[in-house]
């Protein structure tokens, strides 16, 4: 059956590509309100879409607040096992911009890929999944399997909303597993499979030393600064190896079993070579491997510093407020609500007398989320890569977050699995984000060899473990 869907979908690559490109040139930035009218125009394309291809119930799922999830399903195939296929619109936003070599915004092929900010984070994969279903209907006059498309508008953000859509519109969400367009291949080496990441929650913190800036001839040397205050508190969160010194962080998390580490291990990773992509060096706890505290162990990350004057020139000036951006990645097990109290008692155990210390929770907390290793959508994934790339193809767990999984496992009871295309060097949330055009043309082969083995098991014996 996939056979004929995959020659339609080789057929039409470029007009596939050309609605991923006017989906790339919609500045969907869901943290910044002044995007508003781009994530509308987003999911007006995108319900156009759905429509188009012949989905059923398209329409926008609002939860009263935030940025709607985009909704539409294809559920013709009774005693077929039916899977949530998610993906989202909303971007991160491309500053900086001077570093862009090309306008974020206007995608570009060059090299062999699509350079554009949400290329491969998550629209690329998002068209192809919508793009397969399309293919199916055209091809087959239906799926092998049930769809039902959700493709959210606040992931970029931690998913605040999803929890009210998910609670107002389960009559329409049930489904026996998930499978996820958003994430990626952990290895250039080796094709692998996602079956969980890390769990995220976030925090803006503000700290002020006095009621007014001071001038630093007058009061320089006599009276705190709020830039170095917050800079001493910041680093009190590591030691100089990059141990977390947080009391009870992370008390709650699963521990490491040695099967853990050895899948770890069986994903081939040059350590050198996987810093230099960045011009990075090691930072870390050095008991564990690189892969292993970018997946297994948790975080605690500065995102943003800000105080004082930045502009240009100099204006010798005390500070008397400054502020930190700060997100933690959270390891199996970890609670998000238990990891923020612990960083909170930290601060606050290290704010000096005298300093006033403000905390504001930035994102949902979500735990992470796990898929059991016998489920039959990672058994048929890797048998799918495996196929493609004529070589074993590996689980592998992510080191970012994707919260709609947690959510709608917490919620739904239903598990999830990443397929999604982005590789590891990619320049995911940074400037000159990229999409490989062969990971392009992998995708219109692997989703529709995926939906046709899955379709070859009934509803029960897929949900028979």
Same mark, same amino acid.
């Given at each position: 059956?996939?056979?004929?869907?995959?020659?339609?979908?080789?057929?039409?690559?470029?007009?596939?590509?050309?609605?991923?490109?006017?989906?790339?040139?919609?500045?969907?930035?869901?943290?910044?309100?002044?995007?508003?009218?781009?994530?509308?125009?987003?999911?007006?394309?995108?319900?156009?879409?759905?429509? @188009?291809?012949?989905?059923?119930?398209?329409?926008?799922?609002?939860?009263?607040?935030?940025?709607?999830?985009?909704?539409?399903?294809?559920?013709?195939?009774?005693?077929?096992?039916?899977?949530?296929?998610?993906?989202?619109?909303?971007?991160?936003?491309?500053?900086?911009?001077?570093?862009?070599?090309?306008?974020?915004? @206007?995608?570009?092929?060059?090299? =062999?890929?699509?350079?554009?900010?949400?290329?491969?984070?998550?629209?690329?994969? *998002?068209?192809?999944? !919508? @793009?397969?279903?399309?293919?199916?209907?055209?091809?087959?006059?239906?799926?092998?399997?049930?769809?039902?498309?959700?493709?959210?508008?606040?992931?970029?953000?931690?998913?605040?909303?999803?929890?009210?859509?998910?609670?107002?519109?389960?009559?329409?969400?049930?489904?026996?597993?998930?499978?996820?367009?958003?994430?990626?291949?952990?290895?250039?080496?080796?094709?692998?499979?996602?079956?969980?990441?890390? =769990?995220?929650?976030?925090?803006?913190?503000?700290?002020? *030393?006095?009621?007014?800036?001071?001038?630093?001839?007058?009061?320089?040397?006599?009276?705190?600064?709020?830039?170095?205050? !917050?800079?001493?508190?910041?680093?009190?969160?590591?030691?100089?190896?990059?141990?977390?010194?947080?009391?009870?962080?992370?008390?709650?998390?699963?521990?490491?079993?040695?099967?853990?580490?050895?899948?770890?291990?069986?994903?081939?990773?040059? @350590?050198?070579?996987?810093?230099?992509?960045?011009?990075?060096?090691?930072? =870390?706890?050095?008991?564990?491997?690189?892969?292993?505290?970018?997946?297994?162990?948790?975080?605690?990350?500065?995102?943003?510093?800000?105080?004082?004057?930045?502009?240009?020139?100099?204006?010798?000036?005390?500070?008397?407020? #400054?502020?930190?951006?700060?997100?933690?990645?959270?390891?199996?097990?970890?609670?998000?609500?238990?990891?923020?109290?612990?960083?909170?008692?930290?601060?606050?155990?290290?704010?000096?007398?005298?300093?006033?210390?403000?905390?504001?929770?930035?994102?949902?907390?979500?735990?992470?989320?796990?898929?059991?290793?016998?489920?039959?959508?990672?058994? !048929?994934?890797?048998?799918?890569?495996?196929?493609?790339?004529?070589?074993?193809?590996?689980?592998?767990?992510?080191?970012?977050?994707?919260?709609? *999984?947690?959510?709608?496992?917490?919620?739904?009871? !239903?598990?999830?699995? *990443?397929?999604?295309?982005?590789?590891?060097?990619?320049?995911?949330?940074?400037?000159?984000?990229?999409?490989?055009?062969?990971?392009?043309?992998?995708?219109?082969?692997?989703?529709?060899?995926?939906?046709? #083995?899955?379709?070859?098991?009934?509803?029960?014996?897929?949900?028979?473990?």
């Amino acid at each position: 059956m996939s056979d004929a869907v995959i020659a339609h979908l080789a057929d039409q690559r470029d007009a596939i590509l050309g609605r991923l490109n006017a989906l790339l040139r919609i500045p969907s930035v869901s943290t910044e309100p002044s995007y508003a009218h781009h994530m509308d125009a987003a999911r007006t394309m995108l319900l156009a879409r759905l429509t @188009e291809i012949g989905l059923d119930d398209v329409q926008l799922l609002d939860g009263g607040s935030g940025q709607p999830a985009v909704y539409g399903s294809w559920t013709g195939a009774p005693g077929k096992p039916t899977l949530i296929v998610y993906g989202h619109y909303d971007v991160q936003p491309a500053d900086p911009l001077e570093l862009w070599h090309s306008p974020p915004f @206007e995608p570009t092929i060059r090299d =062999g890929r699509i350079y554009a900010r949400g290329a491969s984070d998550v629209k690329g994969s *998002t068209t192809i999944a !919508i @793009e397969t279903v399309a293919a199916f209907l055209a091809v087959t006059g239906g799926c092998p399997i049930n769809v039902k498309l959700f493709l959210e508008g606040e992931e970029e953000v931690g998913s605040p909303t999803a929890r009210k859509i998910i609670d107002k519109f389960r009559h329409l969400l049930t489904a026996d597993a998930m499978l996820s367009a958003d994430g990626g291949k952990a290895s250039l080496a080796v094709p692998t499979v996602g079956i969980g990441g890390r =769990g995220c929650t976030g925090v803006e913190i503000t700290l002020r *030393t006095g009621t007014k800036d001071g001038h630093s001839g007058r009061y320089g040397g006599a009276a705190r600064n709020a830039l170095r205050e !917050i800079s001493a508190l910041i680093a009190s969160l590591h030691d100089d190896q990059g141990r977390i010194l947080v009391a009870d962080f992370g008390a709650d998390a699963t521990p490491i079993s040695n099967a853990a580490r050895a899948a770890a291990a069986a994903i081939p990773m040059d @350590e050198a070579e996987y810093l230099a992509q960045i011009g990075g060096t090691r930072w =870390g706890d050095p008991n564990y491997t690189v892969r292993e505290l970018t997946t297994l162990r948790p975080t605690i990350e500065l995102n943003g510093l800000w105080g004082g004057y930045t502009g240009a020139g100099s204006k010798t000036v005390l500070p008397a407020e #400054a502020h930190a951006k700060i997100t933690m990645r959270l390891s199996p097990g970890m609670s998000p609500d238990k990891a923020m109290a612990a960083l909170h008692a930290h601060l606050r155990a290290h704010t000096p007398k005298g300093v006033t210390l403000e905390m504001q929770q930035e994102m949902g907390g979500t735990a992470a989320n796990s898929l059991p290793e016998d489920h039959p959508l990672l058994r !048929i994934a890797l048998g799918v890569l495996q196929t493609i790339h004529g070589k074993q193809a590996f689980p592998a767990r992510a080191g970012g977050s994707i919260p709609i *999984t947690t959510i709608f496992k917490e919620m739904m009871g !239903i598990d999830a699995m *990443t397929f999604g295309l982005a590789m590891p060097d990619d320049d995911v949330h940074a400037p000159n984000e990229s999409f490989r055009l062969s990971a392009f043309d992998e995708g219109l082969r692997s989703w529709p060899m995926l939906f046709s #083995a899955l379709g070859g098991m009934s509803k029960e014996e897929f949900n028979r473990r």
